[in-house]
């Protein structure tokens, strides 16, 4: 008797999500009595891709170190411990947005940093980019293995 697989892929998608199911079946003989010996698995799985979920996490430590930096400024925080660490990488991922518009004094060691908002919408329209392009190249390789 020949050794035989088959295998079964069943994948769908609604936009971001996908899941499936895939089942292997083996037969084999067994070297010693002859019999026909078959093996099944089965493997269902669901949720966004890897990458996608990388990408959105990266994108959410970025945000909470975008808005921890514009309401320290907002509500005059001291640069010191903590909030020294958030303005420094706040600051970082701000700067390419600096200057663009002017900072606000609202009043004493209070600040509004509209760069930190620039940024925030800019890193937001990126990572929805980003992770259009690999929900689009993970469907066509779901479609071309199914």
């Known amino acids: 008797m020949a050794d035989t697989q088959m295998k079964d892929r069943v994948v769908s998608n609604d936009g971001q999500i996908y899941s499936g199911v895939t089942s292997t079946t083996q037969t084999t003989s067994d070297p010693v009595t002859g019999a026909a010996v078959s093996r099944s698995s089965t493997l269902s ?4 891709p890897l990458a996608n979920r990388i990408v959105g996490l990266a994108a959410g430590i970025v945000f909470i170190f975008l808005g921890f930096d514009f309401i320290f400024h907002a509500a005059g925080a001291a640069n010191v411990g903590f909030g020294a660490f958030v303005y420094s990488i706040g600051g970082a991922l701000a700067a390419p947005f600096a200057g663009i518009f002017r900072t606000v004094y609202t009043t004493p060691g209070t ?5 930190d908002i620039l940024a925030f919408v ?10 259009k392009v690999i929900s689009m190249s993970t469907d066509e390789r779901a479609r071309k293995s199914a």
């Not at 600040?111 to 760069?115: C, D, G, K, R, S």
């Open 111 to 115: 600040l509004i940093v509209w760069a």
């Open 122 to 131: 800019v890193y937001a329209i990126a990572a929805g980019i980003v992770i």
């Open 45 to 48: 799985w669901s949720g966004r």
